[in-house]
């Protein structure tokens, strides 16, 4: 599963990409292409856990991250990155909302709304083109042959049609598990999650002007939306140690940079959340779909932890922070054992037991 990077030019969002990243772009990069790349989950429940164990290994998790070509008249007008986007999972839209003679906007001035808006009508029309393409071949084929399943997939695109019309996108349609099946393979963008990171200047952090403009919106749209300063990350990302860095942060009196609600946000998009194994071997974060059951989080480590599931050890972040080590959660009565039935919650700590 990936989240797809998606923006207007000049609005950051490669420099975003390169950080979280690590890409490197050379003269020669294709910029016509989309730019692959893995970002860590920056969750300081890890570092904390690092700490407490001190583990000979540790190893983060990771999302799938893909820089799209950028958003412009020539590539809307070939239709191509809208097949980019279609191919991703969710959508992260960079917008420019920082203020810099030295670095043009396409439309002259900067007015992140106005940018939303154009970005979100162009995805919203690409949807509906779709539609009635497909209408007219289905309105063609049951004129020759009634068909009950063709039938209810036309009823439901015409659905999905007028609510399109209507300016809104399809992730505020609720959908029935048949009607999710049918459509499964069709390139609807406005389905997807979709996540706004405003790129504001580095001074511009405490404002939330814009953030409060938009937040009635993003509730009715079911759009997530965050500040990041590219400009600053930049900044911190080249910083040498992390002592450094906790520094850096600390003087601008900021708890963690923007990148580690960014991928917080990102797994949210793509409906997954965290659990950890802990120990003094190693510490790990896994990634594992929401409601997903524990030998559904075991077959995450190992298809044969699935396979030959006994019992899941289960125990909570917060509950480990407060006894201080397992010793002490024992004592507390606040180490679980479950069994297959169990619902993985976020950020549980589990250690699995199964015979294969």
């Given at each position: 599963m990936k989240i797809g990077i998606i923006g207007l030019p000049q609005?950051?969002?490669?420099?975003?990409?390169?950080?979280?990243?690590?890409?490197?772009?050379?003269?020669?990069?294709?910029?016509?292409?989309?730019a692959m790349g893995m970002a860590d989950i920056i969750d300081q429940r890890f570092d904390t856990l690092v700490q407490m164990y001190k583990p000979k290994k540790?190893?983060?998790?990771k999302i799938d991250l893909e820089l799209l070509p950028k958003l412009e008249k020539e590539s809307?007008?070939?239709?191509?990155?809208?097949?980019?986007?279609?191919?991703?999972?969710?959508?992260?839209?960079?917008v420019?909302?920082?203020?810099?003679?030295?670095?043009?906007?396409?439309d002259g001035s900067i007015d992140p709304v106005r940018d939303i808006d154009?970005?979100?009508?162009?995805?919203?029309?690409?949807?509906?083109?779709?539609?009635e393409k497909r209408l007219e071949r289905l309105e063609a084929q049951m004129k020759k042959l009634k068909d009950e399943k063709q039938q209810k997939e036309h009823d439901m695109l015409v659905r999905f049609r007028e609510h399109l019309e209507k300016e809104q996108p399809l992730r505020l349609l609720a959908l029935s598990p048949d009607e999710d099946m049918l459509i499964r393979s069709y390139p609807f963008i406005t389905l997807k999650q979709m996540i706004l990171a405003l790129n504001v200047a580095d001074d511009g952090l405490g404002d939330m002007s814009i953030i409060e403009k938009l937040r009635t919106r993003c509730d009715t749209e079911k759009m997530e939306v965050m500040q990041v300063s590219a400009k600053m990350e930049a900044e911190i990302a080249a910083l040498e140690s992390e002592a450094e860095r906790r520094e850096f942060l600390k003087d601008l009196g900021i708890d963690e940079p923007a990148?580690?609600?960014?991928?917080?946000?990102?797994?949210?998009?793509?409906?997954?959340?965290?659990?950890?194994?802990?120990g003094e071997d190693e510490v790990r974060q896994w990634l594992v779909r929401k409601n997903a059951t524990a030998p559904e989080?075991?077959?995450?480590?190992?298809?044969?932890?699935?396979?030959?599931?006994?019992?899941?050890?289960?125990?909570?972040?917060?509950?480990?922070?407060?006894?201080?080590n397992e010793a002490g959660l024992k004592a507390a009565g606040k180490l679980y054992l479950k069994g297959k039935d169990y619902i993985v919650e976020e950020g549980d700590i589990l250690n699995i037991r199964f015979k294969v």
């Amino acid at each position: 599963m990936k989240i797809g990077i998606i923006g207007l030019p000049q609005t950051g969002k490669k420099t975003l990409f390169q950080i979280l990243t690590g890409h490197v772009f050379t003269e020669h990069s294709d910029q016509k292409k989309p730019a692959m790349g893995m970002a860590d989950i920056i969750d300081q429940r890890f570092d904390t856990l690092v700490q407490m164990y001190k583990p000979k290994k540790q190893v983060r998790a990771k999302i799938d991250l893909e820089l799209l070509p950028k958003l412009e008249k020539e590539s809307i007008a070939r239709g191509d990155i809208f097949k980019d986007i279609a191919d991703v999972d969710g959508v992260c839209h960079v917008v420019r909302a920082f203020e810099d003679e030295a670095i043009y906007h396409v439309d002259g001035s900067i007015d992140p709304v106005r940018d939303i808006d154009m970005v979100g009508g162009e995805l919203i029309l690409h949807d509906l083109l779709f539609i009635e393409k497909r209408l007219e071949r289905l309105e063609a084929q049951m004129k020759k042959l009634k068909d009950e399943k063709q039938q209810k997939e036309h009823d439901m695109l015409v659905r999905f049609r007028e609510h399109l019309e209507k300016e809104q996108p399809l992730r505020l349609l609720a959908l029935s598990p048949d009607e999710d099946m049918l459509i499964r393979s069709y390139p609807f963008i406005t389905l997807k999650q979709m996540i706004l990171a405003l790129n504001v200047a580095d001074d511009g952090l405490g404002d939330m002007s814009i953030i409060e403009k938009l937040r009635t919106r993003c509730d009715t749209e079911k759009m997530e939306v965050m500040q990041v300063s590219a400009k600053m990350e930049a900044e911190i990302a080249a910083l040498e140690s992390e002592a450094e860095r906790r520094e850096f942060l600390k003087d601008l009196g900021i708890d963690e940079p923007a990148l580690g609600q960014l991928t917080r946000l990102c797994l949210k998009a793509l409906g997954l959340m965290s659990f950890f194994t802990v120990g003094e071997d190693e510490v790990r974060q896994w990634l594992v779909r929401k409601n997903a059951t524990a030998p559904e989080a075991a077959g995450a480590i190992h298809s044969d932890l699935q396979r030959g599931f006994i019992r899941a050890e289960v125990f909570k972040y917060d509950d480990l922070l407060a006894h201080k080590n397992e010793a002490g959660l024992k004592a507390a009565g606040k180490l679980y054992l479950k069994g297959k039935d169990y619902i993985v919650e976020e950020g549980d700590i589990l250690n699995i037991r199964f015979k294969v």
